[in-house]
């Protein structure tokens, strides 16, 4: 939790509408956050979106921070490597 939190704000200055969108399907089909979480999510602006996932998720513990994170390192390998997030598949190497 306290690495999102440390990349909170280039997370959500850099994140894309596509990624924000596919990241939003995949922790919801991992049963970090329920449908109505994703709703209330869906109906934000871009920047406010990727606050209120990033913000969600980390309340939610380390177990769902780590989906957040291997998501986004699928999703978007440059944007994890510029935040220097340590995706599961880097661990494994």
Known sequence: ?????????QFVKDVSEPVLNQL????????????EEMVSAR???RA???????????RKGTEASSVLIDG??????????????????DVAQ
């Not at 939790?1 to 704000?9: C, H, I, M, P």
């Not at 978007?76 to 598949?89: E, F, G």
């Open 24 to 35: 939003l399907d995949k922790i919801l089909q991992q049963v970090v956050i329920n449908q």
């Open 43 to 45: 109906g934000k602006t």
């Open 72 to 89: 986004l390192c699928q999703l978007d390998p440059h944007l994890s490597r510029t935040l220097n997030l340590m995706c599961s598949r």
């Open 48 to 58: 406010d979106r990727a606050r209120v996932v990033i913000d969600m998720v980390r």
């Open 1 to 9: 939790e306290s690495l999102l939190s440390s990349v909170r704000t």
